[in-house]
Each structure stands twice: as structure tokens, then as C-alpha cells.
């Protein structure tokens, strides 16, 4: 069964780093990308970048490069999201998503289950 | 940057119904970059439509995608309790390469 398992529930202060994990299962981790979507309390789906497994290439949105950095460990089958200095606004639902590398179909098709982060001084 | 826009953004219908959904693009898209999703309050979002029109794995046939161009449509044949929830529409856009979510339409029972 391919599972997607997010880490744990998160409350941190403004100016605190956190990294959250994204472990893969029942499939060959390298061969689909990584992608991390955020969602606020009562908006909708962000996109906010991307990982290749295989290789660590990434690509970010405009809105998030520079504020997040997304890594991953193949040997570990898991992928990190992670900020150096969190923001109250930083406070969201972060969902990590996968896609098949090289297909036709741009898709995600499993999601993690989600990991909230709760920033507040 | 494409820009994703879905209406209406409620829609209320009652079980049996049939419900029609819209995402227009900004510009043209390839259908192939084209997906839907359904998300239920407290759960992830999920898979129901890719390439515009095809349905992903264990996703009922009562779940439909067509369209083409800037004009996409999502149709749930006959609605289901389950079907109410929250649904977008996604793009793939390669300049820069990014994904882009509508703002989502809410199905609510009547």
C-alpha cells in the first residue's frame, strides 16, 4: 500500500526553526517527486514546491522560495520541509503530495495526512 | 503565471442532484496539465480527475472531467452524501515551472 506519513503536530515561537517530514512507502521513493502544499486555517490549497528524490533538484513558488527549503533523504524515503525562522504567519496545515516523475500526467496522486504547524509567541 | 478560477464558489444542491463545476484558466493549458480534487473537512485532499477527463483509480463513475482550452468543467452525476466537500482545480504551468490551485468550490447539502 503506498502511504504517504507526515510528522507530528508542531507549536513553536516566532523566530524558531522546524523542519517536518514526509515518509514514503509501498513504492519506489526516487521515482516520484516530492511536493508540499500548504493550506491556512479556512483557505485553500498552496502550492509551494517541489523535490526529484533521485537527484534533490527542487523547484519553488515565487511566494515561498527563499522563506522554506525543502531536502530529502532517498535512503531514508523522506522529504523535509523546513524553516529557519518561523513566522506567526507560518501557522497552517502543510501537506506533502506525490507525483510521477517523467509522466505524461501531471498529478498527485497520494497525499500525507498533514502536519500542523502553530506558531505563536 | 496562469490563474485558476472556479465558480460558483458554494454551490448548494441536494443529494440526487446533479452538480456542475467550473475552473476557467487565464490563459490556454494543456489538458494534460489539468487535474481536480475533492477535499473533506480534516482530511487531504484527493485525486479525481487528471488529464481533464480521466478518472483516477477507485474514483466513481458518477465523477466527471471534461473541457478544454481556458474552460474546464468537474460534473457529479448524481450527488452522494459523501460527495459534499470542497473541490479545486489544478494546473501545471512550466514557466515558471509551478503548480497553481484554484480557490476552491464548496458543495453544500441544500
Known amino acids: 500500500e503506498v502511504q504517504l506519513v507526515q510528522s507530528g503536530a508542531e507549536v513553536k515561537k516566532p523566530g524558531e526553526s522546524l523542519r517536518i517530514s514526509c515518509k514514503g512507502s509501498?513504492?519506489?521513493?526516487?521515482?516520484?517527486?516530492i511536493n508540499w502544499v500548504r493550506q491556512m486555517p479556512g483557505k485553500g490549497l498552496e502550492w509551494m514546491g517541489r523535490i526529484d528524490p533521485s537527484d534533490s533538484s527542487t523547484n519553488y513558488s515565487p511566494s515561498f522560495q527563499g522563506h522554506v527549503t525543502i531536502s530529502a533523504d532517498k535512503s531514508m524515503s523522506t522529504a523535509y520541509l523546513q524553516w529557519s525562522s518561523l513566522k506567526a504567519s507560518d501557522s497552517a496545515m502543510y501537506y506533502c503530495?506525490?507525483?510521477?516523475?517523467?509522466?505524461?500526467?501531471?498529478?498527485?496522486?497520494?497525499w500525507g495526512q498533514g502536519t500542523l504547524v502553530t506558531v505563536s509567541s | 503565471e496562469i490563474v485558476l478560477t472556479q465558480s460558483p464558489g458554494t454551490l448548494s444542491l441536494s443529494p440526487g442532484e446533479r452538480a456542475t463545476l467550473s475552473c476557467r484558466a487565464s490563459q490556454s493549458v494543456s489538458i494534460t496539465y489539468l487535474a481536480w480534487y475533492q477535499q473533506k473537512p480534516g482530511q487531504a485532499p484527493r485525486l479525481l480527475i487528471y488529464?481533464?477527463?480521466g478518472r483516477a483509480t477507485n474514483i466513481p463513475d458518477r465523477f466527471s472531467g471534461s473541457g478544454s482550452g481556458t474552460d474546464f468543467t468537474l460534473t457529479i452525476g448524481r450527488l452522494e452524501p459523501e460527495d459534499f466537500a470542497v473541490y479545486y482545480c489544478q494546473h501545471y504551468g512550466s514557466s515558471p515551472p509551478m503548480h497553481t490551485f484554484g480557490q476552491g468550490t464548496k458543495l453544500e447539502i441544500k
Open positions: 488529464g481533464a477527463s
Open positions: 509501498g513504492y519506489s521513493f526516487p521515482s516520484y517527486w
Open positions: 503530495a506525490r507525483r510521477l516523475s517523467g509522466a505524461v500526467w501531471y498529478r498527485f496522486d497520494a
